[in-house]
């Protein structure tokens, strides 16, 4: 992504620093007053919750502000490694979020593939403007839609079954063996052609000259696709996989908790929906801040060891 | 859909991909068709399974029955309000800072970038946040919807480029011409940032409008968003349908949730078209380096 980026311009960069402190203030002070408000409303919304996390090593009482209340060392941690309730959501994240991985990874790489080989320039950017619209309708419209679509009673699905194969209707949002196929495949619906916009800009961006050399020596179509296209928009690839597996742990759970019933708890039931029953719901802060805490470093190991792994291998990094 | 280079008979490949490609786009647009039959439809017809995609005995009952709804109507003003005010105030409080970030000389400008990089990679999840926003007296207030999300780091970095990219020798004719940089934010920056605004306006505007989860802990019933409202539908909190007969109850709601989802929808629909134009240049401009 390092072409995308603008350069700075040398006027602005090297105009200040020659200058002395005072007269630095005394020239630029509105830039400093401008970012006041904003930086203070950044520390407070960003970074007071991130201090706030050391409520996972104390015991919360009402009243006693958002910090809580006296030391408890690693208490909550040694609860909930013994508890088969947040095991159970900690595999169920897993399970969860590497099918989506493998289903909704390689999906808009080989949609933008497809996509920009389709030759009427019209048709494409028709394509691609309906598949964008998905990403921007709510989730609880998404579930809403699902839930009619998918009704034993009068959903268009059940009824499409029962007339090609006869088959008995099928509470599909009820069944736990379908909790996992309707999450994915609804954020394969959702985000396949808004992911795709990444890989097509990093593939209209590939040297032109590569596919003549390739036209010259011959190349089939497919050939091209596979020996240009998709070597040149490796390093744009590699970035949003280390971007993917960074976010292991964090899933869509606002969707999860939508599709939660308790017939589908447990399958259903992952680390953020657990985070959010023992906290808010039962309202076990600290326990809750723990498990939260917990996944949160997680996440930041997987991100900086993918980014790691992905510079040894590809000399691809996010940072 | 005219093929447009002439020297290139059409191949099986180019029927297969159309093919894919006219699939992908009915897989985007059927659910919405449904939806809109169903409202449109009338219960017999739906009882009777004979709505798929083309409504049957059209009439607009399902629609009338929910703009009677005080509830519905409260909601969506609620929504309409939250999108508006959230934006406005997260389009000031961004472009701000973003300006201002956009400067490298300023000290501490490297401190500030980072910690806007890093609070991307780790945030303070969801029970610290909720107890801030509780101790700070906002739950239950309409600024617990429009604070806490006005800064989004990603749209942040997206500004930032952007205004890294405006040519510094405006800047300067302007501080000639006696502007200070407050005056340049306004009448300079931000005239030549349309482009960035709308993607930006755009995200913000769709975050707000389908936001439901942070109505949901801390708002009061009475103040709920209409996404809110919807899913107290679906999910049988609300009930819908009432002093119609039992026995055609869940018929009426079907068609009465359609008619929800599509007035909720409806306004990003109408907006979409106009503002997508944007975006694609927003978001290729402003990719992640910072």
């Given at each position: ?245 960074g976010?292991?742990l ?45 996944s949160g470093i997680v996440g930041v190991i997987l991100v900086s060891s993918?980014n ?12 | ?117 890093f609070?991307?990679f780790f945030s ?167």
């Open positions: 992504m390092t072409d995308l980026t603008i350069p700075s311009k040398p006027s602005q960069k090297d105009g200040a620093p020659r200058t002395s402190r005072r007269n630095h203030f005394r020239r630029y002070w509105q830039l400093y007053i401008m970012m006041l408000l904003p930086l203070c409303h950044f520390l407070l919304f960003k970074y007071a919750p991130l201090i706030g996390n050391i409520l996972a090593f104390r015991r919360f009482r009402p009243g006693m502000g958002p910090y809580g209340a006296d030391w408890v060392g690693l208490a909550y941690f040694e609860r909930f490694f013994q508890d088969p309730a947040f095991w159970s959501a900690f595999k169920n994240t897993l399970i969860l979020s590497f099918g989506n991985i493998l289903i909704n990874f390689p999906i808009p790489i080989i949609f933008a593939l497809l996509l920009n080989e389709v030759r009427s320039q019209r048709f494409k950017k028709f394509v691609q403007t309906i598949s964008y619209m998905p990403r921007f309708i709510s989730v609880v419209v998404v579930i809403a839609i699902l839930g009619e679509l998918l009704s034993p009673s009068s959903g268009l699905l059940n009824r499409l079954l029962g007339d090609l194969f006869g088959m008995e209707p099928i509470y599909f949002v009820n069944e736990p063996q379908y909790f996992r196929p309707i999450y994915i495949l609804s954020e394969t619906w959702q985000y396949t052609g808004w992911t795709a916009i990444i890989y097509l800009a990093a593939i209209t961006g590939v040297n032109r000259e590569l596919f003549e050399a390739a036209d010259i020596d011959g190349a089939s179509r497919f050939q091209k696709v596979i020996y240009v296209t998709i070597p040149s928009i490796m390093s744009t690839i590699m970035v949003m996989l280390i971007l993917n597996v976010s292991l964090s899933l869509g759970f606002e969707k999860v908790l939508l599709l939660y019933t308790p017939s589908n708890a447990f399958v259903s039931d992952i680390i953020d929906t657990l985070v959010y029953r023992t906290g808010l719901v039962s309202q076990n802060y600290s326990y809750a801040t723990a498990i939260g805490l917990f993918t790691w792994l992905s510079k040894k291998v590809s000399g691809e990094s996010i940072y | 859909m005219s093929i447009k280079r002439k020297n290139r008979p059409l191949t099986f490949a180019d029927v297969l991909i159309y093919a894919i490609m006219i699939l992908v786009v009915l897989i985007c647009f059927v659910p919405f068709l449904y939806m809109l039959a169903l409202s449109l439809s009338s219960p017999e017809a739906i009882i009777n399974n004979k709505v798929s995609l083309i409504p049957v005995g059209i009439n607009f009952d399902a629609y009338n029955q929910i703009l009677n709804y005080p509830n519905f109507f409260r909601a969506y003003g609620h929504t309409f309000f939250y999108t508006t005010a959230g934006t406005i105030i997260s389009l000031f409080i961004s472009t701000l800072f973003a300006y201002a970030m956009s400067k490298r000389f300023l000290k501490g400008h490297k401190l500030v970038m980072k910690l806007i990089v609070s991307m303070g999840g969801l029970i610290p946040t909720y107890l801030l926003i509780a101790n700070l007296h906002l739950t239950g207030t309409v600024w617990a919807m429009l604070l806490p999300f006005a800064i989004n780091q990603f749209n942040l970095i997206i500004l930032i480029n952007f205004f890294r990219a405006i040519p510094a020798e405006i800047e300067e004719a302007a501080i000639i011409d006696g502007l200070d940089y407050f005056g340049i934010w306004r009448s300079v920056v931000l005239p030549l940032s349309t482009p960035a605004l709308a993607t930006i306006g755009l995200f913000t505007a769709v975050f707000f409008w389908n936001d439901w989860f942070n109505g949901l802990i801390y708002l009061n019933t009475s103040q709920y968003p209409v996404m809110l409202y919807l899913r107290n539908i679906v999910n049988g909190t609300t009930m819908v349908g009432d002093g119609a007969g039992a026995a055609d109850k869940s018929t009426i709601a079907m068609s009465i949730k359609s008619a929800v989802i599509i007035t909720s929808t409806l306004p990003i629909i109408i907006l979409y078209p106009f503002l997508q134009r944007f975006f694609v240049s927003g978001l290729t401009v402003g990719s992640i380096k910072g």
